[in-house]
């Protein structure tokens, strides 16, 4: 149960710099945990999203609430 680890498993994706050696997903095809077959129908993708929520509820007066919300995804 050591390899690729438990973060693999999680879906942690630490470092998606391709440049970078250390990078954890050259790491684990170096050490040859995920398949080389050509006729493997899934390939292996490594993305980056960012969300940002930002909610915010106001009370100024009684039974006057005033409700913000804002989201950002990137």
Do not use: C, M
């Amino acid at each position: 149960f050591s390899a690729p680890g438990w973060g693999f498993v999680g879906g942690l994706q630490p470092n998606i710099d391709t440049k970078d050696p250390n990078n954890y997903l050259l790491r684990n095809v170096a050490n040859n945990y995920f398949n080389p077959s050509q006729n493997f129908s899934d390939e292996i993708v490594q993305t980056r999203r960012h969300n940002f929520d930002l909610k915010i509820g106001v009370e100024p007066f009684k039974d006057f609430d005033i409700d913000v919300n804002f989201r950002k995804d990137y």
